[in-house]
């Protein structure tokens, strides 16, 4: 089975903090993504990444960078934590080299900024 | 950018019951999937359909691409089976982003 883990399942960082959020995917995948959750607004795409060391902004990079130095690991870096990223962020991976492919989700970090 | 609607927005269900959700997108997609997010927030994959029909147990779904909708049937529902259900999916012209419904919330009662 794929697994994808993200490193917590809830965090509280106060403003103004630097904020790593990392994900881990078991399956050699290509393509990895964050979306953030938030009530009414549904899921939208912070960044992707194709490949090690690519990436792509979504829809809704603003305030937040990625790293992709490994296969595996996709981070999201939040470099100045501000109250209004408390959300819900969830990572997903799929097999790359082309668009029709199944996506797999992590089990997602709550992260509330004070 | 593609758009994808899901009906009913809502839904309450007593347990047995039988229900259909369905999702609309409005641009050709080669990828479709369904997934159920528990009351931790995981979402579950429920299924990969970008055409035809699948079943899985109780549950099962038709993705109509010609037409731009796809259905999850859910039969004789339980307890187990509230959350919210969201239907993904990957345009023509994508570039491998996944866009997602606004859900449909279940709740099913004894």
């Known amino acids: 089975d794929v697994k994808v883990t993200q490193s917590s399942r809830y965090l509280v960082k106060r403003t103004g903090e630097k904020v790593f959020l990392e994900c881990v995917q078991d399956?050699?995948?290509?393509?990895m993504f964050w979306y953030r959750q938030d009530p009414g607004l549904g899921l939208r795409l912070i960044y992707f990444?194709?490949?090690?060391?690519?990436?792509e902004k979504g829809d809704i990079p603003e305030g937040y960078s990625v790293s992709r130095e490994k296969k595996e690991r996709f981070s999201l870096i939040l470099e100045s934590a501000s109250t209004n990223q408390t959300s819900m962020y969830l990572c997903?991976?799929?097999?790359?080299?082309?668009?029709?492919?199944?996506?797999?989700f992590g089990q997602g970090t709550r992260l509330t900024v004070v | 950018g593609i758009q994808v609607e899901q009906s009913p927005p809502d839904l309450i269900l007593q347990e047995g019951a039988n229900s259909t959700l369905r999702c609309n997108f409005s641009?050709?997609?080669?990828?479709l999937q369904w997934f159920h997010q528990n009351p931790w927030g995981q979402l579950i994959n429920l299924f990969y359909?970008?055409?035809g029909t699948k079943q899985n147990g109780r549950l099962s779904a038709t993705t109509v691409a010609t037409e731009r909708y796809s259905l999850l049937y859910i039969s004789s529902s339980q307890t187990t089976d509230s959350g919210v259900y969201f239907c993904?999916?990957?345009?023509?012209?994508?570039?491998?982003?996944?866009?997602f419904g606004t859900g449909t919330r279940l709740q099913v009662t004894l």
């Open positions: 997903a991976s799929r097999i790359g080299g082309g668009l029709g492919t199944e996506a797999f």
């Open positions: 990444s194709y490949d090690v060391k690519m990436k």
């Open positions: 993904a999916v990957v345009s023509m012209e994508g570039a491998s982003k996944l866009t």
């Open positions: 399956m050699d995948h290509e393509n």
């Open positions: 641009d050709s997609v080669n990828n």
């Open positions: 359909i970008p055409s």
